[in-house]
């Protein structure tokens, strides 16, 4: 079975850094476009950031350019969102999804997804 493991989060002080992994298995890794989502409490879940099949390309959410950035080997099966300069808007659940592209945003086009991991900053 496909499955995304996500781990990395924690409680961290703003302005600092966390590095979140989600670990992929069960399914063909390099045939995947990689993304993170988050969602806050309230909130809708929303595109932060995703990683081309070669990991050649990258997107990221205009409220995260700059200060985070994904990664993957796929050596190790596993994509990384290297977070600094963290600020407490940026606490959320974040997961992991395996879709089509690269291009799309939209959670609805990713096909599969990890049960998330919590990252709280704290002012």
């Known amino acids: 079975q496909v499955q995304l493991v996500e781990s990395g989060g924690g409680l961290v002080q703003a302005g600092g850094s966390v590095r979140l992994s989600c670990a992929a298995s069960?399914?063909?890794?390099?045939?995947?476009?990689m993304g993170w989502f988050r969602q806050a409490p309230g909130k809708e879940r929303e595109f932060v950031a995703v990683?081309?099949?070669?990991?050649?390309?990258?997107s990221y959410a205009d409220s995260v350019k700059g200060r985070f950035t994904m990664s993957g080997d796929n050596a190790k099966n596993t994509v990384y969102l290297q977070m600094n300069s963290l600020k407490p808007e940026d606490t959320a659940v974040y997961y992991c999804?395996?879709?089509?592209?690269?291009?799309?945003?939209?959670?609805?086009?990713?096909?599969?997804w990890g049960q998330g991991t919590q990252v709280t900053v704290s002012s």
């Open positions: 999804a395996a879709g089509d592209s690269w291009l799309y945003f939209p959670p609805r086009k990713y096909d599969y």
């Open positions: 069960g399914l063909p890794f390099s045939s995947y476009a």
């Open positions: 990683i081309s099949r070669s990991g050649e390309n990258r």
